[in-house]
């Protein structure tokens, strides 16, 4: 069956720095690849897509590249702002099967000024 | 446009007593999801509906979830009755159109069972 795995959180870094969250997927078909984002308080929110290999998602500053020959799509952010705290998941929608989204289990991520 | 709402926020009962939890989905959206996240873990599929047919119920964990949702519009998922294990987030998400994984989601139901 399909799965999504994240590095494990909480990632605490200092405004400015350089941010990685991992993800590795595993999936029978074809997936899509996905990030979301929950601020405090809300619902999770597309943050980024990517649906084929090679494919760069980007938004609001972050970016993650579909690497189908290491199955991974890691999130990454060049500065982090102590706004981008937040619980972010990485998911998969495999659209040769059920396309119902995966998700893994989330990754914290808090800054500090 | 109105987002996708849940009532209540979050619920605290004690283990047998019964639990509804409701999802206002976004308006003229079919699809309407209902996850669930326990304990830090991975956000878990429980079911879909398209209007008012479920098409996928195959992340319900027992006979003691009963989804519903009366004439394609607001949905229901009752818990008769709760044990501990089911404590957790629920969350429910519509889209537009089957098959796109964008989905916007409510801010989920903290549900504790004691």
Not at chain 2, 53 to 79: C, H, I, W
Not at chain 2, 83 to 89: I, K, M, P
């Amino acid at each position: 069956g399909n799965s999504v795995t994240q590095m494990e959180g909480p990632v605490t870094l200092s405004e400015e720095a350089f941010l990685t969250i991992n993800c590795t997927y595993t999936a029978t078909g074809y997936p899509s690849l996905f990030w979301y984002v929950q601020y405090p308080g809300e619902g999770l929110q597309l943050l980024l897509k990517a649906t084929k290999a090679d494919d760069k998602g980007s938004n609001k500053g972050f970016e993650a590249t579909y690497r189908k020959e290491t199955t991974s799509f890691h999130l990454e952010k060049g500065s982090v702002q102590v706004s981008d705290s937040a619980v972010y998941f990485c998911a998969l929608s495999d659209l040769g099967g059920s396309y119902i989204p995966t998700f893994g289990r989330g990754t914290s991520l808090i800054v500090h000024p | 446009e109105a987002g996708v709402t849940q009532f209540p926020s979050h619920s605290v009962i004690e283990k047998g007593q019964t639990v509804t939890l409701r999802c206002d989905p976004i308006s003229g959206h079919d699809n309407l999801y209902w996850y669930r996240r326990v304990m830090g873990k991975e956000i878990k599929f429980l079911l879909h509906f398209v209007k008012e047919s479920k098409q996928d119920e195959s992340g319900m964990p027992n006979n003691r979830f009963l989804a519903e949702r009366t004439g394609g519009t607001y949905s229901t998922l009752k818990v008769q009755p709760a044990e501990l294990e089911d404590s957790g987030v629920y969350f429910c998400a519509s889209s537009q159109v089957f098959g796109d994984a964008k989905l916007f989601f409510g801010s989920g139901t903290q549900l504790s069972v004691l």
